[in-house]
C-alpha cells in the first residue's frame, strides 16, 4: 500500500485558485491511478477527479470540468489538483485516494489508501 499526505488547501475567494498536492510515499506511485474527492459538510463524499497511473488517461465530474486539472509527476511521487475560478459550492474537504486500476472510474469503494484530507473554504 501506499501512503498519502495532502496540501495546499485553505481560504480563497470566490474566482480564485488553490493547488492541492498529494504526496505518496513508496516506490509504487507510480502503478497507482490517482483520484481526488471531496466532502462538504452534512454531505457524501463525492468523486472529483482522476488520473491514470501513465498519466494518459482523465476524468472530471462535471461540475468541475474546464475549471480543475488532475496531474501527476512521477519523480516527485506526487499528484495535484489545480483548481481555478473557484466557486463557494466547492468548499469541502479534499482527499486524495490511490486505486490499482482506472476502471469503474469514481468507483470510491474501489480506492484501498486515503489521505487525511485538506480544507478548502471558497468565500463569496
Known amino acids: 500500500q501506499v501512503q498519502l499526505v495532502e496540501s495546499g488547501g485553505g481560504l480563497v475567494q470566490a474566482g480564485g485558485s488553490l493547488r492541492l498536492s498529494c504526496a505518496a510515499s513508496g516506490r509504487t506511485f507510480s502503478s497507482y491511478t490517482m483520484g481526488w474527492f471531496r466532502q462538504a459538510p452534512g454531505k457524501e463524499r463525492e468523486f472529483v477527479a482522476t488520473?491514470?497511473?501513465?498519466?494518459?488517461?482523465?476524468y472530471y465530474v462535471a461540475s468541475v470540468k474546464g475549471r480543475f486539472t488532475i496531474s501527476r509527476d512521477g519523480a516527485k511521487n506526487t499528484a495535484y489538483l489545480q483548481m481555478n475560478s473557484l466557486k463557494p459550492e466547492d468548499t469541502a474537504v479534499y482527499y486524495c485516494?490511490?486505486?490499482?486500476?482506472?476502471?469503474?472510474?469514481?468507483?470510491?469503494?474501489?480506492?484501498?489508501?486515503w489521505g487525511q484530507g485538506t480544507q478548502v473554504t471558497v468565500s463569496s
Open positions: 485516494a490511490a486505486r490499482a486500476s482506472f476502471y469503474p472510474i469514481g468507483d470510491i469503494n474501489d480506492y484501498k489508501c
Open positions: 488520473i491514470s497511473a501513465s498519466g494518459g488517461g482523465t
